[in-house]
């Protein structure tokens, strides 16, 4: 069967909500772009908070600066039902305030995607490699994989070539869109990547 591949990218509605405090509340949260277990690092009596000059909309993918995955329970419903826990993706459920400081019910949670997949066709994306390291990708303008390194099971991956980058399958994404979820923003590949 034949799939077509996305990245997530930051969701621009200015309705939405926004989480920006990951930093200032986790240690060594950049570990989530690595896809490095993260249970020991964010107890889920963590506190993340509602940015304060966002919208209002609360959305089942909240929008960020950290390209963390931040999601609700009908989200973390989905990637269940898709057996896509545990040694797949680590959910990491934590305490979501909202703008005023009170807690909201839903039970969000972080969404780190666990496997990663060697398969940047290097051909084919336009990339730029990193000045430290020319063997370090630094970032990728236009994703291009190659399909047959990628394992048939995998419907939700890193890019091993640049962690930070997560890459979904076309049947998940409709999964996603069947379940009416909202503020999931995604790219396809082997198109220029907004940026």
Do not use: W
Request: aromatic share 8%; charged share 25%.
């Amino acid at each position: 069967m034949s799939y077509r591949y996305y990245t997530f990218v930051h969701a621009l509605d200015p309705r939405a909500v926004e989480i920006v405090d990951l930093p200032d509340k986790v240690d060594d949260y950049f570990y989530l772009r690595d896809g490095v277990p993260m249970g020991s690092y964010l107890p889920p009596t963590t506190e993340l908070a509602l940015y304060e000059r966002a919208g209002d909309m609360l959305t089942d993918f909240i929008a960020n600066p950290d390209t963390a995955l931040y999601v609700s329970p009908n989200v973390q419903k989905v990637l269940a039902d898709c057996g896509l826990t545990d040694a797949v993706v680590e959910l990491l459920p934590f305490i979501l305030l909202d703008k005023r400081g009170r807690q909201i019910r839903e039970r969000y949670a972080i969404a780190n995607a666990l496997l990663k997949v060697p398969c940047l066709d290097f051909e084919r994306s336009k990339y730029r490699r990193a000045a430290s390291d020319p063997n370090e990708i630094a970032e990728i303008k236009v994703l291009c994989i190659r399909e047959e390194a990628v394992p048939s099971d995998a419907q939700l991956f890193r890019l091993a070539e640049l962690p930070e980058m997560v890459v979904l399958r076309s049947d998940l994404l409709e999964a996603f869109q069947q379940a009416g979820l909202t503020g999931l923003a995604v790219h396809p590949t082997g198109t220029e990547i907004p940026g």
